[in-house]
């Protein structure tokens, strides 16, 4: 049986934090992001998907997967005002 285990105290959880993400970088985050029109490419960039049954119904539920997830994603970003507005496109 083993014995009881102790908390660690904040400070040192915080020190052990800061160690495993390192250091705060003082660099500018970008500030907009630019949505994907192909959001399945890194996908099928890494080749067909290793499963012998049911390939192409893997694939595509994958790739519907992808597609949500960006989707998603982008409505997000475009919520918090952080999608880039392209200056030549009109706005729908």
Same mark, same amino acid.
């Given at each position: 049986m083993s014995g009881r285990r102790r908390k660690k105290p904040a400070a040192v959880a915080a020190a052990?934090?800061?160690r495993f993400w390192g250091a705060e970088v003082?660099?500018?985050i970008a500030p907009f992001?630019?949505?994907?029109?192909?959001p399945t490419a890194l996908l099928r960039s890494l080749g067909?998907?290793?499963?012998? =049954?049911? %390939? +192409?119904?893997a694939a595509a539920q994958l790739h519907a =997967?992808? %597609? +949500?997830?960006?989707q998603v994603a982008t409505a997000?970003?475009?919520a918090a005002g952080l999608v880039e507005v392209d200056e030549?496109?009109?706005r729908p």
């Amino acid at each position: 049986m083993s014995g009881r285990r102790r908390k660690k105290p904040a400070a040192v959880a915080a020190a052990d934090a800061a160690r495993f993400w390192g250091a705060e970088v003082d660099e500018p985050i970008a500030p907009f992001i630019r949505p994907t029109h192909d959001p399945t490419a890194l996908l099928r960039s890494l080749g067909p998907i290793p499963l012998t =049954v049911q %390939e +192409k119904l893997a694939a595509a539920q994958l790739h519907a =997967v992808y %597609e +949500k997830a960006t989707q998603v994603a982008t409505a997000v970003a475009a919520a918090a005002g952080l999608v880039e507005v392209d200056e030549g496109a009109g706005r729908p």
